[in-house]
């Protein structure tokens, strides 16, 4: 059974900075496309960015430029680099696979930008 486990939140003021990682386990990593998803409270999960591989990566609109994805699969781990933070950046962060093939999800990795 697929398990996540994400860490690397925090608190951190408007402009800074934070570096999520996510732990995959019971699925062949390498072999899927992997998304970092988040959760703002009263609003519904949301797609922030997937990667495939290096050279087939995704943004949504809300963080392109701001945020890069990436992942090693030797470590079955994917990250999420977060730069020039914003207030409305604050959320529970989370990855997972790309739906269709979402599993359950993880505890999540709590950010807050804030002054």
């Known amino acids: 059974q697929a398990q996540f486990v994400e860490s690397g939140g925090g608190l951190v003021q408007p402009g800074g900075s934070l570096s999520l990682s996510c732990v995959a386990s019971g699925i062949k990593f390498s072999s899927y496309v992997m998304g970092w998803y988040r959760q703002a409270p009263g609003k519904p999960r949301e797609l922030v960015a997937n990667?495939?591989?290096?050279?087939?990566?995704g943004y949504s609109d809300s963080v392109q430029g701001r945020f890069t994805i990436s992942r090693d699969n030797d470590k079955n781990t994917v990250y999420l680099q977060m730069t020039s933070l914003k207030p409305d950046d604050t959320a529970v962060y989370y990855c997972?696979?790309?739906?269709?093939?979402?599993?359950?999800w993880g505890q999540g990795t709590q950010v807050t930008v804030s002054s």
């Open positions: 997972n696979l790309m739906a269709p093939l979402i599993r359950d």
């Open positions: 990667i495939e591989d290096a050279d087939n990566l």
